[in-house]
């Protein structure tokens, strides 16, 4: 069956957006050079002189040529000797497949140990573009022990690393090597990245080529990206190891190499082509990671984290937000404020975002820092260093002295998917930039939060989240006209409204939920109130004496059978 040419829209930050596109498809040669490993290092030199000679071979027909593993050492080395080796034999195979891009015009991704910052080498996966230059790196993120203690660098996979993508000429490459292709929640991460193409290169010595074949289709079958697999051979009749690939998005191999040392090519119609199956038992016809990530439920996986709850458009109302955080508690607008009502079971948050001189995004109410810290003048006037520089706490409490002004970086890496945000970016005047937005929302990406985030802001900015995000829920600010916040809320196209105390009425929260709009409502620090303001209609609740408001919300929602707070 032919279906429409479906391609990820890629325009700005988007990537979960399909189009339906009817230019001519993207034909494509992929390559995967397959060489032989050294069990003897003797003969280390030899697989390397191989690998060269294959690239030298490549022609112009060649559009995508991927190298194995370690292609600057394929083999097994006795302690201290894998270094200076690699030292001495890199240069020859970097230029072979610099040479290799300009030649054929083609991207060329090779593997190697690469020496990143002087004595400190990584297993890495470079790529060349058509004119020979580097388009990007990509890092080995699962080191097995033996990889480990031959002094491989490794520090860096203790931190958050969100798979990578780097798109060149608009063919979005994803990357994993050897040991990567176990993991599958790994997998399933780079999926929501949407490749078109993963780039494999691999040993597995040991693993049977039957093996090999399901994990990568595998691969491929979850990302709905074509697998590019490239490997070593363990000899002319091993069934173990080697078995360079290519495979389809739905999961058939077009091509597959044995334990053969060489070249192995293969020629692919649509380089954008994805996989559509139906939407269960006689439904419409979706992307295949579509249908598979739209019933995922990582909140109970172990793999995701316990922490991990549902996004916003899952987890159920009413529900209670810790303004600024447990701003009685702590500091507001810190991560001592956030990190108190998380551990108190907060499942939603609201912060408050500016931006420093140099543009960096901080947690902040005020425009002004008199109020909340030992400093003076305006927020964009000065530098997040100089604005670390600050005491943030000591106004709070003499316990707090010291507290540092937060960045929304720091506060996502920490909370990432263990609560909802309530975004409230604050308005710079009567335009706001678009590259504040964008660096917002790049920041959201990057920490998987795209799900698990409403902006609570003014029209002019809910314009660009409409324009930029019209994926991430919009919630009306009364700033704008607190007695007009339904009516703006409808006409900027919003899912919610945030309600000012003093300013609202039960006329307005009717007209709200008769449009299909959740209220919010700030703010209540009343704990007897709280029954009668949910049962008048408001949703989300804030509050910044959390523990007590959230205790009182417990016990309304147990009373009325709905018990899914944590």
Request: aromatic share 10%.
């Amino acid at each position: 069956m032919i279906f429409p040419f479906l391609k990820y829209r890629t325009t700005g930050t988007e990537t979960n957006v399909l189009t339906t596109d009817f230019q001519e498809y993207d034909k494509m040669k992929l390559c995967a050079i397959q060489i032989p490993f050294a069990n003897d290092h003797r003969n280390t030199e030899t697989s390397i002189d191989i690998a060269i000679a294959e690239l030298n071979k490549c022609d112009t027909s060649c559009d995508l040529i991927l190298t194995p593993e370690y292609s600057n050492a394929p083999g097994n080395f006795p302690v201290g000797s894998l270094i200076p080796f690699v030292k001495e034999h890199t240069d020859a195979l970097i230029s072979a497949a610099k040479a290799a891009a300009i030649r054929c015009n083609a991207v060329v991704a090779v593997n190697y140990l690469c020496e990143v910052a002087p004595g400190e080498f990584r297993n890495t996966t470079r790529v060349f573009d058509r004119s020979g230059n580097i388009a990007g790196d990509f890092y080995k993120q699962h080191l097995p022990m033996a990889e480990k203690r031959g002094g491989t660098d490794f520090a860096y996979t203790w931190q958050f690393n969100t798979p990578e993508i780097l798109e060149v000429d608009g063919i979005r490459l994803g990357f994993l090597i050897c040991y990567d292709t176990y993991f599958q929640e790994y997998i399933v991460h780079l999926a929501s990245k949407h490749p078109d193409v993963v780039l494999v290169s691999s040993f597995q010595r040991a693993e049977r080529q039957d093996v090999l074949r399901f994990l990568n289709q595998n691969l491929a079958f979850t990302c709905n990206a074509f697998v590019l697999r490239s490997s070593v051979s363990m000899g002319e009749n091993a069934e173990v190891g080697g078995n360079s690939m290519v495979v389809s998005p739905d999961g058939r191999i077009l091509a597959e190499f044995g334990s053969k040392v060489g070249t192995l090519s293969c020629d692919v119609e649509n380089i954008h082509y994805k996989y559509m199956r139906s939407n269960s038992f006689s439904g419409s016809m979706i992307p295949n990671d579509r249908f598979l990530s739209q019933g995922r439920t990582p909140w109970c996986y172990r793999p995701a984290g316990s922490m991990v709850i549902p996004g916003e458009k899952d987890l159920p109302y009413p529900r209670v937000c810790a303004h600024r955080g447990f701003s009685t508690a702590a500091p507001e607008n810190t991560i001592a404020a956030y990190g108190a009502a998380v551990a108190l079971g907060a499942q939603e948050i609201e912060m408050d975002v500016r931006f420093t001189k140099d543009e960096i995004p901080v947690t902040i109410h005020d425009d002004f820092l008199e109020r909340i810290s030992d400093g003076t003048g305006v927020v964009q006037e000065h530098t997040l260093e100089e604005l670390k520089k600050m005491d943030f706490g000591s106004k709070f409490g003499p316990k707090f002295a010291g507290t540092q002004i937060s960045t929304l970086e720091e506060i996502l890496a920490k909370f990432a998917r263990q609560v909802i945000i309530n975004l409230h970016i604050k308005s710079v005047g009567e335009t706001y930039p678009e590259r504040f937005f964008k660096k917002i929302l790049t920041l959201l990406e990057k920490y998987d939060m795209l799900e698990h985030v409403y902006f609570m802001a003014t029209p002019e900015i809910q314009e660009l989240a409409e324009k930029f995000a019209p994926q991430i829920p919009r919630c009306m600010s009364g700033d704008a006209g607190k007695w007009e916040i339904v009516d703006n809320a409808i006409k900027h196209n919003c899912q919610m409204v945030q309600f000012f105390a003093p300013c609202y009425d039960q006329a307005m929260i009717d007209k709200a939920r008769e449009h299909g709009l959740i209220c919010n409502l700030y703010f209540s620090d009343t704990p007897k109130d709280v029954p009668e303001l949910f049962a008048r209609g408001i949703d989300t609740l804030l509050t910044n004496d959390f523990f007590l408001v959230f205790q009182a919300a417990k016990k309304y929602i147990e009373t009325n059978n709905i018990s899914y707070l944590k």
